[in-house]
């Protein structure tokens, strides 16, 4: 007991220490800060005065021209102050954050040639004495906070720049800081260390995702580290922490030594939808680093082939799941168009494209035959390292240089056309030039045709069915391939694109055209993996040539389709990155083990989802005789959730079209929101949304709603019973009305109401 | 500069005062007039700028602007 206080009262003593220190360098750094700003401000003030006085009205001028080099040289030495002041005061906003919380964590470690342990203290960001250059405390991501996440007592090592270091550990401590205050601390075995895990999680959900840095567990911690691997795939069941793992990786990538370093703009992240973009927005900016850019698919389809009019994958899915549209073609031609087999069919295409489908014409010019469409073709079909865009483009160059050549003896002979005409006698000059713009253009226009590629014109042309047999010779094709074909005929009638269109025609644009806007672009963060297919793959791979990629998914989350792990083998033979390795969390930490094991039967084959054991209400299901006693029996849970004080309660429903009707029947019955577009919304409070919208999310009270037998009968639905009672953090209800789908057996529960 | 000059060029050629032609003022062909105008300020261009303007390039210059950026374009180049 003594010994509790003694140490007690050094952490107490320790805390305080620190915050001086934090409270020191925060008021040198605020003084320093200020006095950049004022100089700041000065010289600015200085160069608009020199700006206005140098610069007149006209731009154009030579003067002007050497005024504003000089100007750029004001600008310069400005602009690198300013960065200065930017680095301080972002230095300024973690220490401040630091006084309220500096480190949660310490280790005592003994490196193995010196005879004392050390202490190591752990937070989110260090603290250095610039004097000394001692380490007050880690940041969670040096080499050495590594020993926390991944060892108990006793021997130890870590993995820093210059190789192993080994030593032992013989203290764990984790503190709950808050205001500066030690509330507690509590020296961890693993057993300590799980209850304190337990009340972690124990919380409601959050509108925006938080940082788990106190928590991140041995596994998660191997992959936030690893720096070998060109491609890491994560294979993560729901609530496991693979989009917390994805984002603390990034953190760790941008925060690692100075040559290795990732920059902001050296990441992006592909994200499912919108409401995932916003759920995620704040963990890096907790974590004191500046957020990365996120894409939608439906953004990188733009980006590539600037359409505007074409299916998003939110609607793409609405249309899937909607048993009322039932439409077997649509699904089939989807599912032919994800799969290798059309991406083959693809490449195969845009190679054919300058030897069959690319309709060369002879030019001619000034009555003579300029280049013959014999030669233009077999010229194209040479060099064929470049992209077919280029190869064309340097044709047309080729073509007009030629007709450069000859354009002043072209204009004489114009001319001497309009003198033996004499009837522009005066303006013969004008004349002769006129006619030779417009021939010109009518050349350019004419070259163009074939120089210029319509993408989607050419696509059309891809489905038409004679063609389509010759290009898939050999290829196994689906039994319904003369539907897909009209159903795709008739689709590209309209400028409106389907999904999966818009996406062949991404993949041929990049394969055909030049596009490289993410040259820069080193890692690339994938999250629901399973939700994209061999031709987004493909997309992927030319799009971030250099990159390297963290790919989370969930085999068993997909929606409208089926995946098993040879998914994760697709993935690394499409990217081809030698170095890539498979990862697999099994250990679910969202839900309480009631609704894990619950949502466990809605697993096909023997997939085990280990769960750490959190324990909360049994889920239950409820009938609805009538369409009001179901309304009520659903506004009753409501209810009994915001009497238990959870802060988000979802509604989720298969579709937009059953969240829709849902939200018209309860709206007046009791304060609810519609969640359904494509767009931002606030994910807390009560609200309906449909379950392909909630991937990647978590609530604190689930309500799945619609579990009839019509709404969930195919292995597929199945699935989507899993994504939706997965979501849930404490509180798992289902409710329906008629025949009970069939996964959900009534007599084995014992728990229908 | 070039688009003063511009202005200048276009100004004499249509029989305009300077200061009505802006950026936006539109290189349209309607009929053989508009036609001839055009030819003619492509010719002065290339006095005044020493440089080529080429024939099949002159369909994209829609306004005055456009034709400027040609010009400023093939300057850089040089």
Known sequence: MGNKHIESDFEKEHLRYIIEIIKEQLSDLRLSNDEKKISVISSKKEMMEENSRRISSNLWSMENFHALVELNQYASPLSNNISEIEREANKILSLEKMLN????????????DEDEFEKIYIGSNSLVDEKTHDMYIYDWRSPIASIFYRFGIGNAFYDAPAGRITGE??????????????????????QIMDEFLRKMLSQNASSKMKTIIETIQKEQDIIIRNTDMELIMVQGAAGSGKTSVALHRVAYLMYRGLSSRLYADNIVIISPNTLFEQYISNVLPELGEKNVNSLKIEDIIQMVTKYESFQTRNDFLENLLDNKKHDYVRKCSAEFKSCPEFVEILNRFANDLPKKLIEFKDVYYDGKILLSSHLMKSRVMRNKNAKLSLRLGQLEEYILASVHEQRKLRIKKLKYFVYSNKRYVFEEEETARMLSIYESTALIKRIRKFTRLNIFELYKKLFNEKYFYSIAKGMDLPACIDDILDFTNNNLKYEYLNYEDALAITFLYLKITEFNLFGNIKQVVIDEAQ????LHYEIFSILFPAAHFTILGDINQTIGKREDLSLYEEIGRILGRPQNTLVTLNKSFRCTGEISRYSEKFLSGNTKIDSFGRSGDEPEIHAGDTTDSYDDKIAREILSSRGKHYQSIALICKTRRDAFSLYNRLKEKIDIRLISGDGKADISGTFIIPIYSSKGLEFDSVLICDADNEHYYTEEDKMLLYIASTRALHRLNIFYTGEISRFLSTKEEGCCR | MIYRIIKKLLAEIINAEEEDILPETELEI????????????????????????????????????????YIIKLKSDD
């Not at chain 1, 550990?169 to 693993?190: H, P, T």
């Not at chain 1, 939700?531 to 061999?534: K, P, Q, T, W």
């Open chain 1, 101 to 112: 919380s500096p480190y949660f964590a310490r280790i005592n470690f003994k490196f193995d």
């Open chain 1, 169 to 190: 550990v013989n203290l764990k401590r984790q503190y709950e800081i808050s205001k500066g205050n030690l509330e507690y601390f509590f020296d961890a075995d693993i």
């Open chain 2, 30 to 69: 309607n009929d053989r007039s508009d036609a001839i105008n055009i030819a003619r300020l492509v010719i002065e261009c290339e006095k005044s700028f020493k440089i080529t303007i080429n024939d099949e390039d002159v369909h994209t210059f829609k306004c005055v602007k456009d034709l400027a950026d």
């Open chain 1, 531 to 534: 939700d994209y297919n061999a």
